[in-house]
Nanobody
Framework: VQLQASGGGSVQPGGSLRLSCEVS????????VGWFRQAPGKEREGVSC????????YYAESVKGRFTISRDNAKNTVYMSMNILKPEDTAVYYC?????????????????????????RGQGTLVTVSS
């Protein structure tokens, strides 16, 4: 099983990036994948989640309206488009699965995964937002 994140880079505030998470070893039809980020000295933060079973999306409050998660089942790849990037978005971003068909720990359209969840993860990609 592999979840390979890519697409990070350095951008100025207000810029955009699109991250990709290529999945191998399981199908996006079967299990949900979420995006996380971790900045130096900070706790992991769940950023976005796309339910495998029904395609419903959830986001952290801090990224709502700016980030969009999507998937291409034919390519077994999950994407996250990030717009209006801010310096506080600087972090290593990675994708992970919890081996479930739904995004759990949702509150309306907000996602706040437990720290113990989504431990099956891949290497991350660094996003730096700076002027």
């Amino acid at each position: 099983v592999q979840l390979q994140a890519s697409g990070g880079g350095s951008v100025q505030p207000g810029g955009s990036l699109r991250l990709s998470c290529e999945v191998s070893g399981f199908s996006l039809d079967d299990y949900t994948v979420g995006w996380f980020r971790q900045a130096p000295g900070k706790e992991r933060e769940g950023v976005s989640c796309l339910s495998s079973s029904d395609g419903v999306t959830y986001y952290a409050e801090s990224v709502k309206g700016r980030f969009t998660i999507s998937r291409d089942n034919a390519k077994n790849t999950v994407y996250m488009s990030m717009n209006i990037l801010k310096p506080e978005d600087t972090a290593v971003y990675y994708c992970a699965t919890d081996w479930k068909k739904y995004c759990f720990d949702t509150y309306g359209s907000t996602w706040r995964p437990k720290s113990s969840a989504y431990q099956s993860r891949g290497q991350g990609t660094l996003v730096t937002v700076s002027s």
